[in-house]
């Protein structure tokens, strides 16, 4: 089965400096990944994807990603954050699988604080 | 905007009474999706639809049920509530007709069992 650790349960980065949110997956082949971002109250916006190709995918927002193949990881960055970044960030993984339907199998989430 | 609306957006209602809880897409996607909210565990799939009257039991499916009679609606029924089924609940739908499993959720219904 597939799974997904985000190893910190909160962040504290100060406004502009650089952050980076760790996402590890367990799955027996190239998985589809994903980033979502909770803001308090809110439903998850789609931050960013990976399915194939560049191993650097870039989003919305000024974010990031890297898939590490070797690590099984599928980290997400950004060089400068904005108070208005403060969230949850999610990672999920999803299935490779033509035509399926399973659902998204998420991280426990990463709590991302700004510091004035 | 993905055109996913849930209704409602909050309720609290008393242990052992039945709750029913409606996604509405107007985007004609196949794949429709349930999901729970709780601290300390991320989202967790409850049941999915790949189509009308066409369901699947999720992760968390237990003490749930769903129909889904028209593309456009997905319904969540509780048949009994419990204080376990505490939670914020959403619903998702598959965002293009790949097999990428993108998936677009809505704003969430905040259900509190009492």
């Known amino acids: 089965a597939q799974s997904v650790t985000q190893p910190d349960i909160h962040i504290t980065v100060s406004e502009g400096a650089s952050l980076e949110l760790r996402c590890n997956y367990s799955y027996g082949a190239t998985p589809y990944l994903f980033w979502y971002v909770q803001s308090p109250g809110q439903g998850l916006q789609l931050l960013l994807k990976?399915?194939?190709?560049?191993?650097l995918v870039q989003g919305i927002k000024g974010f990031e990603a890297e898939f590490k193949r070797s690590q099984s990881s599928f980290n997400l960055r950004k060089p400068s954050v904005h108070w208005s970044d403060a969230a949850e960030y999610f990672c999920a993984v999803g299935e490779v699988n033509g035509g399926g339907a399973d659902g998204l199998t998420f991280g426990k989430g990463t709590h991302l604080i700004i510091q004035p | 905007d993905a055109g996913i609306t849930q209704s409602p957006r909050h309720k609290v209602t008393e242990t052992g009474t039945p709750v029913t809880l409606r996604c509405h897409q107007t985007?004609?996607?196949?794949?429709m999706y349930w999901y729970r909210q709780d601290p300390g565990h991320g989202l967790r799939l409850i049941h999915y639809s790949y189509g009308v009257k066409d369901t699947d039991k999720g992760e968390v499916s237990d003490g749930y049920s769903v129909s889904r009679s028209k593309t456009e609606d997905f319904l969540l029924t509780l048949e009994s509530a419990t204080s376990s089924q505490t939670s914020v609940y959403f619903c998702?739908?598959?965002?293009?007709?790949?097999?990428?499993?993108?998936?677009?959720f809505g704003p969430g219904t905040r259900l509190t069992v009492l």
């Open positions: 990976y399915f194939s190709g560049d191993t």
């Open positions: 998702a739908i598959r965002g293009t007709p790949s097999s990428y499993n993108e998936q677009f």
């Open positions: 985007e004609n996607h196949r794949y």
